[in-house]
């Protein structure tokens, strides 16, 4: 069995994060019997500042032929967010219909929690985000520049398969783990949009009477998951609503250093993509004191999508073993002051 | 001088913190040696069950004569919320042009953050956030219902008015302050609306060159209000990003119960409207122990913008004082026994 798998480091921090995670993925292989082909693809910021574009013009197809992609992080701060993330991460999780992201939330045991009474082992979710329409659309305009009547709209759009696709996902898992479910929107506000979500969301759940069902909106939610984040099993929002959860989720389970993420092609026909939740983080990029654990957890989610899931499991165990450990090396973001690169290598002598 | 207040009570809990309050507005005229009328409506969900609609049709001919509305909660657990909030919050907030809405965040002395490290004194910022379009527009469709084509849209309109408006307002409120403005947009993600809303901060901060603009999209602006709340002066944000940031800004400043809003017509041709960020908590209502604190700095906020900043500075000064003494009653979300008069009558003393 060989895998083909592509690497986007983009970016800042992201280079370095995919660069040290490189040979856990030769590892793994070595580990799971499997062959592992990489290629690694320099687009992004620099690549802009270069020729005008974040990538080939050819990207998508490119990347098409691969099993999935690792994806470091996207952004520069010479250059506006808008140009770099949509010249990059946001065409391909659209391209490729990437249309479930998946993101735990995870406590993990050695981890100080930002919220008193909060240990290790007690917060253990996952977002499912809708993760190619919604608030994302392309879709809006701007008129009369400079004129009084000035005006700019934005408008979001929920397909029914778009919507159904994340929140079938999203029961799934539920059903797969404490069968609780918690769907974020914000219907009291948004009368067509979010309504029709929780429509969905309605109809959809009657396929899954052993799933519990809770409703939350989306301030609520926010406020839940600082006042009681171990509550939850698996929430579902909308591409923004997820984005926003999702962050909420990676800080009060210690640090946005830790949190994976999956983009899910759900159809299988092209590839999904693993990355970290982090950004470029251009305040500490280039002094190799990233955390790589979140790309460490998304190479474990990416395997476990490709069907390794032993390797995928021992992955993630040599992280909550390495946390775990008081002795072991730690990132500043986590309170220590190792490396990268030493954070990898431990994880690599736990594997 | 003879003010003329509207109260407008609404459901649940919101019944319970306007009844409580009321002996305060006498004594606030009293002390302040002005007249005050206030009249009440017992509009809101009651009315909506038994006649069908939460308002009268003269509803905001009603409330166009006053000096200004002091609301209490607005929800029913049997009807669902875009019936009960777009039938009576809302139309309010745009039928009078209240197009500011501000929203203090204070970790007072003597009350406990569920964050770790922060003592009372460490959190004090104002969340500027547009009250009357972007996401909250009534804008969008739904077509092709029960379709695998089925499709929702819901737009977000920012107009030059509404934004200048209320980034006007965010950039004065920072230069009374200390000087910094946090803009808070999704301009990687939402190239028109957020993009525009970005232009007029760019454009208007060219005024207040006294005052430093830090610029955080949502995802980011959620996460750093629980990891470096301490660090936050005035935040300015649309609609939905205003709505979602002052809950997290509640919660980590203690409890839903302590923070106040003011929903503001600035040329000042309509009534402002003053109310708790709290709902109307179905789950605690009848039970007389509601925090009326909200409530009561709400009311602080109502004199302050009639002129009255006395009177106003009395009543915050009276919930600093009572939140510091270990002694005084607390209601259940502070960790005390106290019900909502109990605590309203301690207030009193304290004035
Ligand atoms: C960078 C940005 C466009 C992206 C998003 O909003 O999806 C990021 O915040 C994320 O969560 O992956
Ligand atoms: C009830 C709801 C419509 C309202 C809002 O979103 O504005 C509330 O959450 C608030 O913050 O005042």
């Known amino acids: 069995m060989t895998y083909i798998i592509s690497l986007l480091p983009g970016d800042g921090i992201g280079v370095e994060v995919i660069e040290a995670t490189r040979p856990l993925l030769d590892d793994a292989a070595h580990a799971g019997g499997f062959e592992l082909e990489t290629t690694r693809y320099d687009w992004g910021s620099e690549r802009y500042l270069e020729s005008g574009s974040m990538m080939p013009d050819d990207a998508i197809e490119t990347l098409e032929t691969y099993d999935a992609i690792l994806l470091g992080a ?15 991460m946001l065409p391909i999780r659209k391209a490729f219909d990437q249309q479930v992201c998946k993101r735990p939330s995870v406590l993990f045991d050695g981890v100080e929690s930002p919220l008193r009474g909060y240990d290790g082992g007690d917060i253990d979710f996952v977002v499912y985000r809708e993760n190619t329409e ?8 701007h008129e009369h520049r400079g004129y009084p009547h000035e005006v700019a709209v934005q408008t979001a759009v929920y397909t029914r398969q778009g919507t159904e696709t994340i929140v079938r996902a999203a029961f799934e898992a539920a059903r797969s783990r404490e069968g609780r479910l918690t769907n974020v929107t914000k219907s009291n506000a948004q009368a067509h949009g979010m309504v029709f979500w929780d429509e969905i969301v309605e109809e959809v759940s009657s396929d899954y009477p052993d799933v519990t069902v809770e409703r939350l909106l989306v301030d609520a939610a926010s406020m839940d998951l600082v006042r009681r984040p171990d ?6 929002a909308s ?13 009060v389970s210690g640090s946005m250093g830790m949190a994976p993420s999956a983009n899910i092609n759900v159809e299988g026909h092209s590839p999904s993509m693993f990355e970290p939740v982090h950004g470029s983080a251009p305040d500490i990029a280039g002094r190799g004191i990233a955390n790589p654990l979140a790309t460490v957890l998304s190479v474990s989610m990416l ?3 490709l069907g390794e899931s ?7 165990r040599a992280v909550e073993s390495q946390l775990a450990d008081a002795d072991a090396p730690r990132t500043p973001d986590l309170g220590g002051s190792a ?3 030493a954070v ?8």
Chains 1, 2 share one sequence.
């Open 74 to 88: 996207v952004g520069h701060p010479d250059i506006p967010d808008h140009v770099t993330l949509r010249g990059m």
């Open 134 to 141: 919604g608030e994302y659309a392309d879709a809006g305009g």
């Open 231 to 236: 509550e939850f099993d698996v929430l579902v």
């Open 239 to 251: 591409n923004l609503f997820g984005d926003i959860l999702t962050d909420i989720g990676a800080i």
């Open 303 to 305: 395997f476990d999508h």
């Open 310 to 316: 032993e390797v995928a499991r021992d992955i993630w």
């Open 339 to 341: 490396t990268t690169e």
């Open 344 to 351: 990898v290598e431990d994880i690599r002598t736990r594997l």
